[in-house]
């Protein structure tokens, strides 16, 4: 059996620190480290947790080390001792680091924040895990295009999508950086239809129909998409929602239970005792969903700062072939991560 894969984390924030807890739950994953220029709260936690801290730089290293964090070296040392790095450094930053990784010979894993062009491939697992098999690199998509890929890509799946027309709820930061970056008491439509989203689907598969319109929203618990699908043919409501079910990470969700607004998927996902209140899975849902004919009208939630987490596992899996089958890998990821497939509850 292959030994298990090392995997270092550069960039530990919102998602990096997901990314690292994530790796430490497979079974055939080791994490080698992670690495940051700050020395504040956020490493401090990392060294909490007995992950081995890593700095960018030598006077980020010092930085950490006057703040009383047991750093093991830099951004090179750790590079030495990993096969594949998961970049998780800002937008922008990420696309600076890939002559580093390359230098080293290591396989690495950009996230949505760049461009397709900094890998020449987008990631989504149900969609094109199979095209990531022993690639040096690849991009997850972000948050919201994760979420397009996977419900277009169901319908796709049982014949039914034609061509699909989303409006996106924006959540307008994420919840730790709320007393810096929020918007209150406004709503801001992005000034330009299509959003990047639709075009970003469609490097993941470019046969998708698809178009998105955006608007940022005075909240920061998760992103609401409203989406119209004109259908290739009539189809019965039950037809639909098995086609979702089918997906191994959409979840439905129902004012019956209660659930009638994000905070109370929120306060569920916590009371599921997930990590952070994480919710890996794409929230649809059921009894709003509508079929007139052949035209299909649905909502959902997304967790910005979780679904890619079980993405990312699999297009670690996908680059090293540990796994080359992708339901096997998806399968693995989500028992590792309590992942529901259908319904939470
Ligand atoms: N936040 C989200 O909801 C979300 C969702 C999906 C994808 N993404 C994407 O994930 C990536 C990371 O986003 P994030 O929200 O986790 O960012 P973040 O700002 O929360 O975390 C980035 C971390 O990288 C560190 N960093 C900055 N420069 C560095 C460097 N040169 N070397 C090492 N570390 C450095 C920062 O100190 C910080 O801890 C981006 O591409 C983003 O677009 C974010």
Redesign the pocket.
Same mark, same amino acid.
């Given at each position: 059996m292959k030994d298990k894969v090392k995997i270092a984390v550069?960039?530990?924030?919102?998602?990096?620190k997901r990314v690292a807890d994530a790796v430490r739950l497979q079974g055939d994953m080791e994490l080698s480290g992670i =690495?940051?220029?700050?020395s504040d709260w956020?490493v401090k936690v990392a060294a909490h947790k007995r992950y081995p801290v890593f700095a960018?730089d030598s006077a980020s290293q010092e930085q950490m080390a006057k703040a009383g964090i047991q750093v093991q070296g830099t951004l090179t040392d750790l590079l030495k001792s990993c096969e594949l790095v998961v970049d998780?450094?800002?937008?922008k930053?990420?696309a600076q680091n890939i002559e580093k990784y390359q230098e080293a010979r290591l396989k690495f894993i950009v996230?949505?924040?760049?461009k397709h062009e900094t890998t020449g491939h987008s990631f989504s697992a149900e969609n094109n895990y199979d095209t990531a098999l022993g690639r040096e690199s690849t991009r997850v998509v972000? =948050?919201n295009t994760t979420s397009i890929i996977r419900t277009l890509t169901a319908l796709k799946k049982a014949g039914l999508l034609k061509r699909a027309r989303g409006t996106l709820l924006r959540r307008a930061t994420?919840p730790w950086e709320s007393h810096l970056n929020g918007i209150i008491n406004t709503l801001v439509p992005e000034p330009e239809i299509p959003s990047h989203q639709g075009p970003d689907a469609q490097s993941v598969d470019p046969e998708l129909d698809v178009i998105t319109a955006a608007v940022k929203v005075p909240e920061t618990l998760s992103h609401l998409h409203y989406w119209n699908v004109q259908l290739t043919r009539e189809a019965s409501k039950e037809e639909v929602l098995q086609a979702f079910s089918n997906s191994s990470r959409i979840a439905m969700i129902s004012y019956g239970d209660g659930l009638s607004a994000n905070n109370t998927v929120k306060e569920l996902m916590l009371s599921l005792n997930r990590p952070y209140g994480d919710m890996y899975e794409v929230a649809l849902w059921q009894d709003m969903l509508k079929v007139v004919g052949s035209e299909l009208f649905f909502a959902y939630l997304v967790d910005?700062?979780a679904i890619?987490i079980p993405e990312t596992i699999d297009a670690i899996r996908a680059l090293t072939r540990l796994e080359e089958n992708a339901q096997a890998s998806i399968q693995k990821t989500n028992a590792a991560l309590g992942i529901r497939q259908g319904a939470f509850i």
């Open positions: 550069n960039g530990y924030g919102v998602i990096g =690495c940051d220029v700050v956020r960018f998780c450094t800002p937008k930053i990420a996230q949505g924040g760049e972000s =948050c994420d910005n700062q890619v």
